[in-house]
Each structure stands twice: as structure tokens, then as C-alpha cells.
């Protein structure tokens, strides 16, 4: 590992660097050659100097007096909780950091979105002068306190004449609360110092100009002065926010965004080094200023001054890196490390520092791509916002280590395969190529939007890796065209690979996304449709830590371009102190899942998948995880059923077992919600808790982030309906909040709730308030049981539909002469409106037959069969053992493979394949297929089967690029091998899938099953 000794070894000798190494030389003059000659590049140029046109007319000294030092307070929030001194948290609708500034207009001022008051009221420009020696720095003990007063309020006497006062510790207001001001002010004037000197940077190498060179350079130098002494633990302490993780700890900003920053200004200092040279006003400024200020560095030479900003920036930054003051979510301080080290160039400093990335106690970033990164390639932060945000932070890493020329180390893009698949999870999560679930801290309450994909971000992974895949992407989500996809400005020749990726897809069908299962993250998405009528349902039962939330087995719909049943998405602020985060929006209570005896779920790692198979107009996903409540089960079963090529319904069957209060929480996107077949009684005052516990009161444990309670309070406007007679049903009347429905559609969503109860309850809940378009409140739905050792089996159909066109007429549940609540079998009667009926079956023991009606009698797992007329259209199923319809009899030769595993592929950079002790179809007869693996529970180990080998012990089952690795036996010790997911011995099984139509006379016309098809 590097040790700050070591990373600080060469600080007081001679700089090593001789070049600019992130972006080489031939790299810059290929940039200026492109300018000349392209126009998209000429609008970067142009843009760059757009962003620090009011920077780069400074003269020399404005711009060196212009960077704060350590004495002025950084922060992210005014006051979260209270918001604006003058509105409150009416300036929350505007954003998270809804604040106006313009440090050129006005600056040291901030105004309220919402209100209009600008702070603070007294002059802080002339106090911070006031206050400041020949070095620049700010002492509050010298300051001229007389200048603290309200300037539009001058008289002693008037009430107003401190209102809105600070010295840059905060204004008081008379109720006692504190607002950071100048902090607020100050963190975010920091952002704009960075981005000038990024765009001052950009604009020299993009075009030579000495003028953007000289003034970035100036900039560099001062921050280089003070960012040694650079320090947030002591603003921690009093109480400011920063993106910090709790820590309290960073340099400039918090410990998490420095990484950003910092990235930042190393990559300017590498593009600028060059522009040192042949500038002697520069050179004399600098020298005047450090011996004006009494500095101790020497900036008498290019050399110097050079050396200044290496050892007081660059250095720095890897010194901060090492001692955890610079360290972010996985990837972005492996990234500025990276940064930093590449750029110094140094023969001893660049390799140790490279070497820390890599180090068990360091960067660790072996343990993150191969333990931490699932095999979909999804990270460990349960949000994809977040989790997918490791491509973007890893991807620079992976791609400074691969082209650094003097690197000889390991290399993520050659040696992990796992960095390559990270890229392929992002596409496989969307829906209709338009939204990315809002699992946990992602998103805002129905807005549609893709995390981390677009056409140029897989066209620059086809790039890197070659995968076809990825340029198939690309293509799609480029209008199925390579127009407008180019290198970057940095190529030699960036518009040639347009035509390379024409050229690479010629001939290949369009890549289209079906039904999958990211078992590994613990995502699977049924979809079906296409164009306009593409829609989609997801289920989750991945990570519920880190940034996701407690919303294990949590479900969503997309339907006509529209997030139809809504998550709540990012919260406020993701910090353990904010107490809605806590006690409502990441909490069990607000997601559509089950609240086992009011308390939020357990956190861990994920679920389980039993089943998940797509059967062509009908597809299933079959989840549980009891390890979310420590019970004997907790499960969901989706069964997606197409009425036509343009709409489906879905039946949702969640059953649970254990403890002794169930709440079933259901609710759509915003908009009115009428109930049919129930009445309900409005309940005065008080939430969902109780008339008598008032909206948003804890009344069950703190009111913060350490909260575990049923967040019950947080539901508002209630109203109950005692044991409701099972087949009643609400409709949602949406609003069409993020414009997104088709033109002139009205759209409804409908359930109808099948299961007996001992209370229903509707009321109101609220998104979080701060993200500009948010609903202010959402319909929930809230059905109840309670009882010692609890059984609940909570059954549901749900339509989404453009009003009138309804596809579906009625649904009931079939009497299968069980107990409500019992969980062998479960049938659903639906009607559809033209006169076709559809009977599913959902069945924990596939051998026994149950009648359905109409003299149909199913022995499976799933079933679905649709009759028309009285005689059979279609059915399908899975792990179908027989279907009786009338005196057809449908029996798949294969229903269920089983088997033990022999021996499986250790090495994690080579494709996988499990050797079995059972004949399997050989060839591509299963692929597609899931196997499930019963391992030691700790993960899952479910794998879609790509196709299978006859072996003389059996079969060979190859599974394609996944992992079967879990992570390392030695966190401190790579050297000492994998954990693996799956073990020799481990039982697994392969539920086959069977699909049938018959022709008009009720006669079989075709059928398929995973051993083969027919039809006549």
C-alpha cells in the first residue's frame, strides 16, 4: 500500500513530469486539427469559452484575490430543515439547492427561489476585504465588524437592522435557527472557481490560445497555495452538511464530491502544463505576488511555479486520497488517484500511487469489481442511480490505467471481465427506452429517464471492449442509425468510426430488449409489446442497504410511455439526519410491498428467485426473500398476461408467513381514486397510526435515520372500511404529471383485491417535496391482517387501460376448496371484454391436478389457459406435469430437470459452465431457460442457460460471461483465492416452459416445449 511517507517522499525536489501524460501531446494537436476542421468540434471550443468568458477577462490580480481560503465556511444547505429564513421550505420546490447566486452580478449574495429575499443583508464582499492580509487569507478577528449590519436597514433602531446579518458563522433567526450563508455561498463559488479552470483548460488545448493557458494557470497556482491547508472537519463540527457520508470529513467540499473536483483539476494542470513556457508576465506576476504575500514557495521559473502546483495540488491530492479525506462511492477516488498519479509522471510517486488502487488496505479494486460489482454487473449501493454510477466513475479509471504507457500493473479493461459487464446492466434494466426503475436513492416520483445510458455511452463501450453487443445498442438507441456517433476530440480520426460501426452491424437484427432476470442485482422485468404498446413490469428483491431502500419485493408498471405506479424515488436528502428519508420515503410503508408487524425490513443483501420464465403472451416472476423479515416466507409471484397486442393485466399473488401484523401498501402514479364494492369511513384527524398520532410524529422510535419503526404516521387524510367482502377494487384517474401520456389518452389504473381482510384503509402520501415536478401527494392503499403465527395471502389483479378502452371485464378468485390464506393453489378466473375468459393457476406442488372450471384440470406450477366459446385458444405454464381441457390432454414430455453439480469453472475471467450428473437436451433446446442452483442461501444463484454439452459423466451447462465467483476468502489477501456462489454436490433444477394453440375446433395446432415444437 502507499503510505503518505512514501506519497510525500518527493516533495521539496525537483518536479519529474516533462509533458502533459492524461492527454498526450499528439492527442492536443489531434484536438486542434479537428477544430479546424469539424464544426461539432469548433462547438466545443466555442462552449468551453462560453463557461469562463467572464473568468478568463479578469486581470491577474482580481483573479488571484478572488479564491477563498480556509476561514471561509463550506456547506451544502442554507438550513435543510427550515429551508429560507424569510419563506421556509417554499424554496424546496425549486430543487435540493434551489439558492440563486452570480459571483459577477452580485457577488457573496443568494436568492430565494420562492420568496425573493437576498442574503445576506449586510455588505460581506467589504467585511471579507476588511479582514484579509497582504497573503489574501481571511481573519474574522481583523474584520471591520462595524460593516455587519443591514445595509437596506442602516438605522441601529429599526427591527430589521440585524435581520439577515451574518459574519460568515450563520444567521440566527429569532426562533433560533441557524442559516450558513456564506457557506452555502462559499461550497458552491468553489464549483465555479473549478469549472472555469476546466473550461480555461479545455479551451488552451483545444486551441493554444496562451491567454485561456495563462489566466487557468494563475488559478491552479493560488489554489495550489491554499488547498494544503484545506480542511472541513472543523465546519463539520459546528453542524454545516456536506456530501461527506458522515465522516465530517474532506478538503474543499465533502470527502465524496472532492472526488469530482479534484479530478477536475488535476486533468486542467496536466491539459495547461505546457502553457507555463514562453510567458514571462506570468512568471513575474506570480514571482511579485509570492514575495508580496511573504510565500515561502519560489516562483521565479516556469519550473517553480510548476513545481508549486504539483506539490501543493496534485500531491496533495493523493495524500488526501491515501488518508481518507478524498474518498467517495466506489470508483471516484480510485479515479482521482489515478488522475493524480498519471499526471505527476513521476518514476517512484506514479507507480506506488498506482499501486494503491489496487491494494487490499488502499482502492481495493480488485474486491470491487469482483465482489462488490454483482454478475450483471451492478454495484453494491442497491440504487441504481447510484449502483450504475460505478461504469461512469470506474470507466475513467479503467481508461487512464489502460493507455498510460509507463503502467505495467493490472488493467480493468484486459484483466477483469466484470468491468466489461458492468456496461451491459445499465440497458438491461430500462423499459421501453425510456426508464430505468426508480429502485431506492434514484429519481424523482414517475419522471421518466434512463440511468446511465445513451447511444454515445455504448458506442464508446463497443470502442473499448469490441463487443457487438454494445454497438448493436449503440445503434438502437441512436434512431438505429451511426449518424452523429464520433470519437472524441481528442482522436486522430474520430469520424471513422461511425462507418466502423455501420459496417459492424450490417446484417444483424435490431436488438430488442425481451423478459430478463438480473438475478445477481435481484431485478426481473417482464415485458411485451411493441413501439407505442411496448410496456413492462418489474419486481424487485435485490440489495434493501446502502442507497437502496427497505422495499424488498417492491413492483412497478410501465405502460404507454408512463410510470404508472410510481416509487418515490431520491428523498429530500440522503442522510441519515433527515427524518422523512428515514421514517417514510426509504421505509417498508411507502413502497407497493408487505409490512410485516409495523416495522421496516431487515437490511441484507437480497432474495431468491424460484422461477422466472417468459411464455410468449403470458410470462411469470416468482421471488421471496423471508430474510427480509427473519420469517418463514415472504414472496411475490407476477404473472403478466396479454389481452392483446396492446395490453396486458397482471396477477399478483403475495404470500407471508410469520409474525403477527401484515399490511399490503399499494399505490398508483397521482391522480383521483374512486373505490367500487367498498365503503370507506373517513377517520378524523390524526394518520394511518391512528386518530390520535398526529401526521409525521414518531411515535414508534427517533426521528431520523436510525429509525426501524412502520412509518404509519406518515400517511395523512385516512379513511377505514372493516372486513370488506373480497372482489372490491379502486380506480386511479391519473394526472398526466411528466407529460408522458399519448396524446389526448386518458389514463386509468384499476385493482381489483381478492382476498378476505381485517381492515382496508386509503390515504394520502407524500412524495418528496424538493424535486421540482413531483406530485404533492399519492393514493395508497392499505390492507391489514393481524394474528398470532400470521398467514396472509394478499391477491390482486391490476389493469392499466386508456379509458374506455378496458380490456379486461371482471376477475375473480376460483374457489379451489382451500382456506384463503393457504398457499398450495391459487386460481384466477379474468374476463375480457370481447367474451374470452383466462384461467390461471399458481401451484407449490406441480403434481397435483386442480380444477380450474370450464373442465379444466392443470397439474403445474403456472398455468394459463384461455378459452373462447367454450373451446381452447391458447395455453401455457410451467413445470407443467398435465393439462386436461375437456378430453384434450396436454402432457410436456419434460416438466422439471433435476440434478447435482459435478465441478464448475473456477477461473472468474472465463466464461461459465457447471458440469451436472443428469442428461440434459443438448444444444440450444434450453436456452434461454433458468437453472437454479440451491446453494448455501448466503446470495442467489440463479443463470439463464446459453446452451448445453453431452459430457461422458452427464452434462456441461454453459451459462456465457457470468460469474460464478461470490468474492475473495481474504479481503487482506486476494492471493487466496474465490468464494464461489456454488459448490460441488449443490442440487439445482431447470422448471421447463410448454406453450399450445389450438384451431378453431379446440383441436392442438401447435405446440412448444424446451425439447422441441410442432404443429400441423
Excluded at 502544463?273 to 509570492?290: M, Q, R, W
Excluded at 427480509?628 to 414472496?635: L, S
Aim: negative net charge.
Amino acid at each position: 500500500m502507499l503510505t503518505v511517507a512514501v506519497a510525500m517522499a518527493a516533495v521539496g525536489e525537483a518536479t519529474a513530469k516533462t509533458e502533459p501524460t492524461l492527454v498526450t501531446r499528439q492527442e492536443i494537436a489531434n484536438a486542434r486539427r479537428n477544430v479546424a476542421r469539424y464544426d461539432w468540434a469548433k462547438e466545443i471550443l466555442e462552449r468551453q469559452k462560453k463557461a469562463c468568458a467572464d473568468w478568463v477577462k479578469q486581470d491577474d490580480e482580481t483573479l488571484w484575490r478572488l479564491v477563498p481560503d480556509q476561514r471561509i465556511a463550506r456547506g451544502i444547505h442554507l438550513n435543510s430543515d427550515v429551508g429560507c429564513p424569510k419563506c421556509g421550505r417554499g424554496c424546496y420546490k425549486f430543487g435540493n439547492y434551489p439558492w440563486k447566486w452570480d459571483s459577477w452580478e452580485r457577488p457573496w449574495k443568494i436568492e430565494c427561489p420562492n420568496c425573493g429575499v437576498i442574503l445576506p443583508t449586510n455588505d460581506w464582499t467589504a467585511f471579507w476585504n476588511s479582514g484579509r492580509g497582504a497573503d489574501g487569507r481571511f481573519d474574522p478577528a481583523k474584520a471591520d465588524r462595524r460593516l455587519l449590519f443591514n445595509t437596506e436597514h442602516p438605522d441601529p433602531k429599526d427591527p430589521l437592522h440585524m435581520w439577515g446579518v451574518t459574519d460568515g458563522t450563520g444567521f440566527i433567526d429569532e426562533d433560533g435557527n441557524r442559516f450558513w450563508i456564506i457557506g452555502y455561498y462559499c461550497h458552491w463559488y468553489w464549483y465555479a472557481i473549478i469549472s472555469a479552470v476546466d473550461a480555461m483548460s479545455e479551451v488552451y488545448a483545444l486551441s493554444g490560445d496562451a491567454t485561456y493557458g495563462h489566466k487557468c494557470l494563475v488559478l491552479l497556482d493560488r489554489i495550489a497555495d491554499l488547498y494544503p491547508e484545506m480542511d472541513l472537519r472543523p465546519y463539520g463540527e459546528q453542524g454545516y452538511y456536506n456530501s461527506d457520508g458522515g465522516s465530517k470529513r474532506g478538503r474543499i467540499v465533502g470527502r465524496i464530491w472532492e472526488c469530482g473536483q479534484m479530478t477536475k483539476l488535476v486533468g486542467a494542470y496536466d491539459r495547461v502544463y505546457d502553457a507555463a513556457e514562453n510567458d514571462p508576465e506570468f512568471v513575474a506576476f506570480l514571482s511579485g505576488k509570492a514575495k508580496a504575500a511573504g510565500l515561502a514557495n519560489d516562483k521565479s521559473s516556469p519550473a517553480a511555479i510548476r513545481k508549486n502546483i504539483e506539490d501543493g495540488l496534485i500531491r496533495e491530492v493523493i495524500r488526501g486520497v491515501c488518508e481518507g479525506d478524498i474518498q467517495g462511492n466506489a470508483g471516484m477516488h480510485q479515479t482521482t488517484m489515478a488522475y493524480a498519479a498519471i499526471c505527476l509522471d513521476d518514476p517512484v510517486e506514479t507507480p506506488n500511487a498506482l499501486g494503491w488502487i489496487f491494494s487490499p488496505s488502499g482502492g481495493a479494486l480488485p474486491r470491487i469489481l469482483v465482489e462488490l460489482v454483482d454478475r450483471d454487473g451492478v454495484g453494491s449501493e442497491g440504487a441504481p442511480g447510484y449502483s450504475l454510477g460505478w461504469t461512469s466513475w470506474l470507466g475513467p479509471c479503467a481508461k487512464a490505467l489502460n493507455r498510460y504507457r509507463k503502467w505495467d500493473g493490472p488493467d480493468p479493461v484486459r484483466d477483469y471481465p466484470q468491468f466489461a459487464n458492468m456496461h451491459k446492466s445499465s440497458y438491461l434494466m430500462t423499459s421501453l427506452d425510456k426508464y430505468t426503475p426508480h429502485i431506492g436513492d434514484t429519481g424523482s416520483t414517475g419522471n421518466p429517464g434512463m440511468v446511465n445510458v445513451s447511444a454515445a455511452l455504448y458506442f464508446e463501450a463497443w470502442r473499448l471492449f469490441g463487443d457487438p453487443l454494445y454497438g448493436r445498442i449503440a445503434w438502437r438507441l441512436n434512431g438505429n442509425s451511426a449518424a452523429g456517433l464520433r470519437g472524441g476530440v481528442y482522436d486522430a480520426e474520430p469520424e471513422a468510426e461511425a462507418a466502423r460501426l455501420q459496417e459492424a452491424v450490417r446484417g444483424l437484427s435490431e436488438f430488442a430488449l425481451t423478459s430478463n432476470n438480473l438475478n445477481g442485482y435481484g431485478l426481473a422485468t417482464l415485458r411485451a409489446g411493441k413501439g407505442a404498446n411496448q410496456r413492462a413490469v418489474w419486481l424487485y428483491y435485490g440489495r434493501n442497504i446502502g442507497h437502496g431502500h427497505s422495499d424488498r419485493l417492491n413492483w412497478g408498471m410501465f405502460y404507454k410511455g408512463t410510470d404508472v405506479t410510481p416509487d418515490l424515488g431520491y428523498p429530500e436528502y440522503a442522510d441519515g439526519k433527515w427524518p422523512k428519508r428515514g421514517m417514510w420515503t426509504n421505509n417498508t410503508i411507502s413502497h407497493n410491498t408487505v409490512i410485516v408487524d409495523a416495522r421496516k425490513q431487515d437490511g441484507n443483501w437480497g432474495g431468491h428467485c424460484r422461477d422466472f420464465t417468459d411464455m410468449g403472451w403470458a410470462r411469470m416472476a416468482d421471488v421471496s426473500s423471508p430474510n427480509a423479515y427473519g420469517i418463514e416466507e415472504y414472496r411475490r409471484t407476477l404473472v403478466m398476461v396479454d389481452a392483446d397486442e396492446e395490453d396486458s393485466y397482471v396477477v399478483d399473488v403475495f404470500r407471508c408467513a410469520g409474525g403477527r401484523d401484515h399490511v399490503m401498501s399499494f399505490h398508483a402514479a397521482a391522480g383521483e381514486m374512486s373505490a367500487e364494492g367498498i365503503e370507506f369511513v373517513a377517520q378524523d384527524g390524526g394518520s394511518y397510526a391512528g386518530a390520535d398520532i398526529p401526521f409525521k410524529k414518531g411515535y414508534d422510535g427517533p426521528e431520523d435515520g436510525s429509525y426501524r419503526g412502520s412509518g404509519f404516521s406518515w400517511l395523512h387524510d385516512v379513511a377505514r372500511a372493516k372486513n370488506p367482502k373480497p372482489g372490491w377494487a379502486v380506480e386511479y384517474d391519473m394526472v398526466d404529471t411528466w407529460k408522458t401520456f399519448p396524446e389526448g389518452a386518458d389514463m386509468r389504473l384499476r385493482c381489483d383485491f381478492l382476498s378476505p381482510v381485517d381492515e382496508a384503509a386509503r390515504a394520502l402520501g407524500d412524495p418528496p417535496d424538493n424535486k421540482p415536478g413531483n406530485p404533492k401527494n399519492l393514493n395508497y392503499v392499505l390492507n391489514s391482517r393481524s394474528g398470532e403465527n400470521l398467514r396472509s395471502v394478499f391477491l390482486s389483479v391490476i389493469e392499466a387501460y386508456a379509458f374506455p378502452s378496458r380490456k379486461v371485464k371482471s376477475v375473480e378468485r376460483i374457489d379451489m376448496g382451500l382456506d384463503p390464506h393457504d398457499f398450495a393453489a391459487i386460481g384466477v378466473k379474468a374476463t375480457l371484454q370481447d367474451g374470452r375468459v383466462d384461467y390461471i393457476l399458481l401451484a407449490d406442488d406441480g403434481s397435483k391436478a386442480w380444477r380450474l372450471g370450464e373442465g379444466i384440470e392443470v397439474a403445474g406450477r403456472c398455468a394459463v389457459v384461455r378459452m373462447k366459446d367454450g373451446r381452447p385458444e391458447k395455453a401455457c405454464g410451467v413445470g407443467i406435469l398435465r393439462i386436461r381441457i375437456g378430453e384434450t390432454i396436454l402432457n410436456p414430455a419434460l416438466t422439471v430437470c433435476t440434478g447435482s453439480i459435478m465441478e464448475f469453472e473456477r477461473d472468474a475471467t472465463k466464461p461459465a459452465w457447471i458440469d451436472a450428473d443428469v442428461s440434459l437436451p443438448k444444444g440450444s433446446a434450453l436456452a434461454g431457460r433458468m437453472l437454479r442452483v440451491f446453494n448455501d442461501g448466503e446470495r442467489d444463484a440463479c443463470y439463464e442457460i446459453e446452451r448445453i454439452e453431452t459430457t461422458p459423466g452427464g452434462s456441461r451447462i454453459h451459462l456465457g460471461r457470468v460469474a460464478l465467483v461470490r468474492g475473495f476468502k481474504d479481503r487482506s489477501d486476494y492471493t487466496k483465492g474465490y468464494v464461489y456462489d456454488v459448490s460441488k454436490g449443490n442440487l439445482f433444477e431447470i422448471a421447463l416452459a410448454s406453450a399450445w394453440t389450438f384451431d378453431e375446433n379446440g383441436c392442438v395446432k401447435s405446440w412448444k416445449t424446451n425439447n422441441g415444437s410442432g404443429g400441423r
